[in-house]
């Protein structure tokens, strides 16, 4: 058996355990920039608020119906996301995390348990340490477990577990989901299945696996052995090393000045170097772009890109942030109005398959230690505490936030304030 647990409506729900009054009130929490709602309350569901709707569409409602709208404060979801995790590995031998609030956990040495007692614990556990609500669901496979999460949000929101037990309670499940709404259903796909009458998970179970497999590769016949209790969906335990890492963003206004776009350059190529450390990678090249708006009829565009090869693969910050300003300087063009840059690193490789140069006289062992405890204190105490004087402090180029919340649990100038 297999279990999927999946916090409910995530971003809005770390914002309301933090500020109590917002109970019983819809809640929002807008994309970067603030620009469309990327998650909703149940209560902001209620109101007809759609996923990606623009924020400008939803001011009305803030007077009308008391909503409440937020920035993304990922930040403080990523630490709560990560306190989620802990504790759900607490539970069981193998983990595997799907997102940033999913993760699916492996119920085989878990033979004679009751799991559906294991998991109202599981929800129960979660929601008093942490104080975020949870949906669990349980079922024979990867997929039947993503179904019977799906089916007690539906069925039993009160409850908040399903388990599919047997074969009654499977059937009962897959009959009431709808071709679109199974996992690794996509819509065309799903069109695909209506043409030819196949309407619900249970009438998809019951195709023959040489029709699916003819239309639907062998990727639909993995999903018809999920559907019928066979595990085919293998899981994913170590995430394999990504083969480009980039890191872009559109800026809070639009800029113009070239030292304030360098030193948003500079903190990319940053970030970029720390996550090829976190990943023990090299990268080989670097992808160096600027962009104007294209949105902007009336304004001059522009938009170019150049690669720029590394003299040798590494993750250290300095060289990769020198090679991403030689790119910028090539690319950037004075005058013009720029909307975002970006730089992607390509050609990556383990760490211990970068090629040394012959007349590298950097000392690579004592760069990698220095970062490596800067790493770890920025870690601990706060991102970029700890930085190159070439990113910088001032940050005019950051995306727009004008309705971010505090970062209750990372920060400690931000702590709760609880008055008695």
Known sequence: MYALVDCNNFYCSCEKLFQPKLDGKPVIVLSNNDGCAIARSDEAKALGIDMGTPAFMVEHLVKKHDLVIFSSNY????????????????????????????????????????????????????????????????????????????????????????????????????????????????????????????????????????????????????????????????????????????????????????????????????????KLREQKTFAGSLQVFVQTNPHKNDHEQYMRSVIVHLDRPTNLAGAIIKQAVKGFDIVFKDGLKYMKCGITAMNIVPENAGQSSLFDQTDKSKNSVLLKEMDKINKSIGRDVVRMAVQGYERKYRMRADRLSKQYTTDITQLLNVKI
């Open 75 to 274: 930040t403080l979801y990523g630490d709560m996301s990560d306190r989620v995790m802990k504790t759900l590995s607490e539970f069981v031998p193998q983990m595997e995390i799907y997102s940033i609030d999913e993760a699916f956990l492996d119920m085989h040495d878990l033979a004679g348990k009751d799991l559906l007692k294991l998991g109202l614990h599981i929800k129960a556990t979660i929601w008093r340490n942490i104080g975020i609500p949870v949906t669990v669901g349980i079922g024979a496979t990867k997929v039947l477990a993503k179904m019977a999460n799906r089916h007690a949000k539906k069925t039993m929101k009160d409850v908040g577990v399903y388990w599919a037990s047997n074969e009654t309670l499977t059937n009962e499940m897959m009959r009431s989901t709808l071709v679109g709404d199974i996992w690794g259903v996509g819509h065309q796909y799903a069109l695909f299945l209506k043409r030819h009458q196949v309407n619900t998970a249970y009438e998809m179970k019951t195709v023959s696996a040489e029709w699916i497999r003819k239309r639907m590769t062998v990727m639909g016949q993995r999903l018809l052995n999920e559907l019928n209790g066979v595990p085919s969906i293998a899981w994913d335990l170590d995430p394999k090393p990504r083969k480009n890492i980039c890191h872009s963003r559109s800026f809070g206004c639009l800029m113009t000045d070239r030292n304030e776009i360098r030193e948003a350059m500079c903190n990319y190529a940053a970030n970029i170097a720390l």
